[in-house]
């Protein structure tokens, strides 16, 4: 299998695409100069194979038999809880055996420490973990375990970046979950390339996908982002892998996000929140209380959105801050939510309410650092505008959801009740929301003390709020 024609080939760093010639732009993922040359061994590819016939023994060939669909047995209980019931449910109930999952994320958010908490919990409750770590020390690993709480029950490290002799450890301990941190730091010595190179990533996660797959072990590899494009980003091997977790926030504040982007055991979009301590990461349960933590009082511009993230409705605060323009083209900009989309809602209003913005500058912020796509914000957005453009204090207790369409008609969306019932649990007195949402609402629901009001469009808001 190593023995083979040699060739060079240029990869993107950011999305392994492959291409014969050097280029300044990847076609596959359009970021600039992240195509590098590698040498590749022309070797029958092993990674993508063990992937289809999870079953599969050891990956070795055998003659291939087929199974009745209906024999296979499915056993829930394969899935390992990891204690930590935010990545729980962002991995779709736990670990599953056999399974290889990607933990993304920047340099320094707290992937090691999360990983480490992770073998913490799972050595406790009697399994037999083992972390494998290309990138720091014993020492270091312990004064950061240190730092997380005691390690009761045996856990093994290793301080290795060789494959095979990774592989040979996991084949003679036997572990039932194994850590690689990080997959960058990994080599094969079959492969010529560097480590961290498109190419080594991805042998080296082909191997991690035949010990995972033959063994019955769950691999958690680490997987490092990064801009410069000097080491391959996760996003090469994000095809490979089972699950895919990245780990978000921003540095400089202390909660972080776990946000599900694939997933073949469960639901995707789910994200889990975790405050970074000083003993390391903690649950962060109530996320919605957590993201409105220092709200202003009594100011214009400020507005509570509900989002829902997978199954979970989530309260964050929309800002805007809209003043008179002094240049001729008024400058806009927004933070966590698309810029476009907030153009776009500013102009309806302007069209379909008459409040004159063309001459303002915009600056729209979702608080908390979080990035949110939903067009259910829209309405949040147009109210934050409005109350900063009229300089209107709204109700603390006032929250809003709803898509807010070209004719500035206010759109329904899905999963109503469950937004309202966040909002009613968090304290909040007052809920605007889509008219067909509101009637639905009254008419399945007994006993809310919030009280509702449904719109139909822009102007409606414009009537009832200001
Ligand atoms: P780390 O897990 O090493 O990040 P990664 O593996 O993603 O590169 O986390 C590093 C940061 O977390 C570091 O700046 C210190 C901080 N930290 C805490 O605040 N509390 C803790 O208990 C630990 C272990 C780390
Ligand atoms: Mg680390």
Redesign the pocket.
């Known amino acids: 299998m190593a023995k083979g024609k040699t060739a060079t080939v240029f990869f993107c760093q950011n999305c392994g695409y492959e291409s014969s010639k050097w280029m300044g732009q990847c076609p596959g993922c359009r970021e600039w100069n992240t195509l590098v040359e590698e040498t590749i061994s022309k070797s029958p590819y092993a990674g993508g194979a063990a992937a289809v016939g999870g079953a599969a023994s050891s990956g070795r060939r055998g003659r291939a038999v087929p199974t009745v669909l209906s024999q296979v047995a499915v056993r829930e209980e394969d899935k390992l809880s990891t204690g930590m019931g935010e990545l729980d449910r962002v991995l779709g109930g736990g670990i599953v055996q056999g399974s290889l999952t990607l933990v993304g ?10 990983l ?1 908490q992770v073998c913490r919990n799972l050595s406790g409750a009697g399994h037999k973990v083992l972390y494998i770590s290309g990138e720091e020390s014993l020492t270091q690993i312990k004064l ?1 375990a240190d ?2 709480g005691d390690f009761a029950s045996v856990m093994l490290l290793l301080c290795e970046t060789n494959l095979d002799a990774i592989g040979e450890v996991i084949r003679s301990e036997k572990p039932e979950a194994v850590v690689i ?1 990080s997959i960058q730091t990994m080599y094969n010595e079959n492969v010529s390339a560097a480590p961290g190179s498109v190419s080594q990533v991805r042998e080296s996660t082909g191997i991690l996908l035949q010990l995972a797959k033959g063994l019955g072990v769950s691999v958690l590899i ?1 997987g ?1 982002v990064t801009k410069e494009g000097t080491v391959a980003g996760p996003r090469v091997l994000e095809h490979m892998v089972d699950a895919v977790l990245y ?1 978000e926030g921003d540095k400089h504040a202390s909660y972080r996000v776990l946000r599900g982007v694939k997933n073949r055991f469960g639901s995707t979009n789910e994200i889990g929140v975790f405050e ?6 903690a649950e962060v349960k109530n996320a919605s209380e957590y993201m409105l933590n220092g709200r202003p009082e009594n100011a214009s511009g400020s507005v509570v959105a509900c989002t829902m993230e997978g199954t979970r409705p989530l309260l964050v605060e929309v800002q805007a801050l809209v003043c008179h323009s002094n240049f001729g083209i008024p400058r806009r900009q927004t933070i966590g939510t698309d810029f476009n989309r907030v153009n776009l809602l500013m102009a309806v209003l302007e069209k379909r309410s008459g409040v004159q913005l063309a001459s303002c500058d915009a600056y729209v912020n979702i608080t908390g650092g979080l990035k949110l796509s939903e067009p259910a914000i829209d309405l949040g957005i147009v109210i934050a505008v409005l109350s900063s453009f009229k300089n209107r204090v709204l109700s603390q207790k006032l929250v809003a959801f709803g898509e807010v369409g070209l004719s500035g008609e206010v759109r329904a969306v899905s999963m109503a009740r469950q937004r309202v019932a966040e909002a009613e649990k968090l304290g909040f007195d007052t809920c605007v929301l889509p008219w067909v949402c509101a009637e639905d609402f009254r008419k399945n629901s007994h006993g809310h003390t919030i009280r509702i009001i449904g719109v139909k469009t822009v102007q409606d808001v414009m009537d009832s709020l200001f």
């Open positions: 994320g920047d340099p320094g958010i707290g992937k090691s420490t999360l480490l950061r730092r997380i941190d680490v490092h780990f970074m301590r000083e003993q390391g990461l």
